[in-house]
């Protein structure tokens, strides 16, 4: 078994590869455990609940599309077939049982319990119901418009992911027509949580749906005919935005036209009421011309991610996490020069436990400076938070060159980056959007500063987004650095992304799609020989998602020879781990904690020859060989083992939060039913202390 190369493992690969779609379920299903913990305050329980439903929603959005063509097409081979789709929707709809379940069985008493009631049109007694009247002639129905469906009105266009009723009425319209059916648009803008006055409640807060308060009234919507069966219904559609930029003049024209028609693309899944009756489930999913497979009924409001604010509107700090308070970074002069701290070496910003605020001071020092000369940045998922922006916008006022590598194609950010592209255009910064074909996904920040007769250079980078408000949510490193080989390579590449000329050859990066495919590779391959010879081979990996089939062929291959390889994977994993003669020396765990994991940590051992690189790029095909990435070495020993030790030995030993993949591809929860220590509890113990 040990000799065998990777050529002789695709066969027995493709049979062992864990299917990619039902991975993603599957992380999901480990999200949603945070839900029923009862260890988990009630309010964070529902913000798991709706994390999960959105997640549901991009899933649904971004990768059903070909499941479902390929079953409407009656395809009967390939990864897209009546089968692919059936396996997706039997996963994803026992996940939606369970949610509806947990929500009505548990999380509506658990709120009740501290009192917080969500009340019905039968729950609600006559005072009660004498207010939600007035709040809907007042608020409600002015802004709907219920369309009855007849020739000259056909069935109305339906947004992505909106609320609507379908209605089946009795008796005739006004021109003596006896059409049987209508349809009611709710505007995005009604809020879909209302709350109760307190005096209508004992003092208590209790809220009411906009759904339940729609159904109460949908008779007066049609005077003169009678309200038979009715349903609430969402539709689910394809939001992929296709743009051929090899036959485009621009690219923000065309995205921006295209972000008008991401709400009616095709139809993905259709959600109904759980009593929706069958003539109308079938009427619905015949016009958005879906397969059966694709209705879900919901025993609830077919949008629990707008559930989310019942967070904020109950204002109850007890119901959710003590809050976290991030201390400055340990390794930054909290008054005095950044740049002067990083000419004495690199310093490492591990958030959420570490503030973000370090990256803020770096970029604000480089600001005010006026030695700076220059500021370039990449800019793929900033958010609505102005402050890096308004940085950066503050430098070219301070007659700076900024110069922004904007990914306009960043999936469900391509309006905010619009906008933050035209802003830093029209006030003199140069922007650019990257190297056609390739979205740019490395996240570097590089300054230039003159000192004395000579220009040094000064960077930041990130296996995270440059955004203020996910870096207190989400776990990554950020690298500071005045190297001058690492900074070197980061104006080169910046020029690259700028003139797309051909890159030169990178004396510290490895940069996607040129070189770290390839490095990566050979890695593995080393440690697998290295294991196989006698010397030791170790490889631990960190990362978001491992999908890519030659890497994975890799990593088999070199497990087959010996070396001891760890994967922690948050989401996606098709590699099997533990199977007997596939993957034996493979152990695969995806740690799910407060804060979502999102750094990438690499790190081998090939003999006595050690590496570890800090990267933007997850291992999936796409971040490979269709997006500009970086991974840079970590040589200084002191960072180098904060990392190994935070990043990498924490999750190992992590026996509460973590979930292992056993051989028959099914992730179980390490120290279920034993008290066990989080990484995440203990690495905020631990920097709170240092604070």
């Not at 390939?78 to 069985?105: F, K």
């Not at 969402?234 to 036959?247: G, I, K, P, Q």
């Not at 490889?539 to 994967?567: F, R, Y």
């Not at 990043?647 to 939060?657: E, G």
Request: glycine content about 6%; hydrophobic content about 45%.
């Amino acid at each position: 078994m040990r000799s065998e190369s990777p050529a002789n493992l695709s066969e027995k690969v493709q049979s062992a590869l864990l299917d990619r779609d039902l991975s993603i379920l599957a992380f999901n299903e480990r999200v949603l455990d945070w839900a029923h913990r009862p260890d988990v305050p009630v309010l964070e329980r529902l913000r798991y609940l709706c994390i999960v439903s959105s997640n549901l929603d991009e899933f649904f959005e971004v990768r059903a599309e070909p499941h479902v063509m390929g079953t409407l097409q009656g395809l009967r081979s390939g990864p897209y077939t009546h089968e692919s789709l059936a396996a997706i929707t039997e996963h994803a709809n026992a996940m939606v049982a369970r949610q509806y379940a947990l929500y009505n069985d548990d999380l509506l008493p658990a709120l009740e319990r501290q009192g917080f009631r969500i009340l019905s049109h039968g729950e609600r007694n006559a005072e009660q119901r004498r207010w939600v009247r007035s709040y809907f002639h007042r608020e409600v129905q002015p802004l709907l418009v219920p369309v009855g469906l007849d020739p000259a009105h056909p069935f109305p266009q339906v947004a992505n992911k909106s609320l609507n009723f379908i209605v089946q009425l009795s008796g005739k319209d006004a021109f003596g027509r006896s059409n049987e059916i209508a349809i009611v648009k709710v505007p995005r803008v009604l809020p879909r949580l209302i709350p109760l006055p307190a005096k209508l409640c004992g003092g208590a807060t209790s809220f009411v749906l906009l759904s339940s308060v729609i159904r109460a009234h949908l008779g007066e919507l049609f005077p003169g005919r009678v309200v038979g069966q009715f349903s609430q219904f969402r539709v689910t559609r394809h939001s992929e935005l296709a743009v051929d930029e090899d036959d485009i003049g621009n690219l923000r024209t065309a995205l921006r036209e295209g972000l008008q028609h991401r709400n009616y693309g095709q139809s993905v899944r259709l959600e109904v009421s759980s009593d929706c009756s069958l003539r109308l489930a079938e009427f619905l999913r015949k016009e958005f011309q879906l397969p059966e497979l694709s209705v879900f009924r919901v025993n609830g409001p077919v949008n629990l991610v707008r559930l989310m604010q019942l967070i904020d509107l109950a204002q109850a700090p007890h119901l959710l996490f003590p809050p976290y308070k991030a201390s400055f970074p340990v390794q930054l002069p909290s008054h005095g020069s950044i740049l002067a701290r990083l000419r004495q070496g690199d310093v490492l910003l591990h958030q959420p436990f570490e503030s973000f605020d370090g990256v803020l001071a770096f970029l604000r020092e480089a600001v005010s400076d006026p030695n700076v000369l220059a500021i370039k940045q990449t800019i793929y998922r900033t958010g609505s938070d102005p402050a890096m922006m308004d940085l950066l916008c503050e430098a070219v006022r301070q007659g700076k060159e900024v110069t922004a590598v904007v990914e306009l194609k960043a999936r469900f950010d391509e309006e905010a980056n619009i906008n933050w592209a035209e802003q830093l255009e029209s006030i003199g910064a140069q922007v650019v959007y990257g190297v056609v074909g390739l979205k740019t996904h490395a996240k570097m920040l590089l300054i230039t500063r003159r000192e004395g007769r000579a220009l040094r250079r000064y960077g930041h980078l990130s296996t995270g987004n440059y955004n203020p408000r996910t870096a207190r949510l989400y776990t990554d490193i950020s690298y500071l650095t005045a190297d001058a080989g690492i900074t070197a390579d980061m104006d080169q590449l910046f020029g690259h992304l700028a003139s797309q000329s051909r890159l030169p050859k990178m004396k510290r990066l490895l940069v996607a799609p040129f070189t770290l495919h390839a490095d990566m590779l050979s890695r593995i391959q080393a440690a697998g020989a290295a294991a196989l010879a006698g010397r030791g081979g170790r490889i631990v990996l960190k990362m978001n998602a491992l999908t890519d089939l030659p890497l994975i062929e890799a990593l088999l291959a070199a497990g087959q020879q010996g070396a001891k390889i760890d994967l922690i994977v948050r989401g996606a994993c098709m590699l099997p781990a533990g199977v007997p003669g596939v993957s034996e020396n493979i152990r695969v765990r995806s740690v799910i904690g407060r804060f979502l994991e999102h750094s990438r940590v690499f790190y081998f051992r090939a003999g006595e020859t050690e590496s570890l690189y800090l990267s933007s790029a997850d291992w999936m095909s796409r971040n490979m060989m269709r997006r500009i990435e970086l991974a840079w070495p970590v040589d200084d020993p002191v960072l180098r083992q904060r990392i190994i030790d935070e990043c990498l030995l924490a999750y190992l030993h992590d026996s509460k939060d973590a979930w292992d993949l056993a051989p028959d591809g099914r992730y179980h929860r390490v120290g279920l039913n034993a008290p066990g220590h989080g990484a995440q509890n203990a690495l905020m113990a631990r920097y709170s202390a240092a604070a």
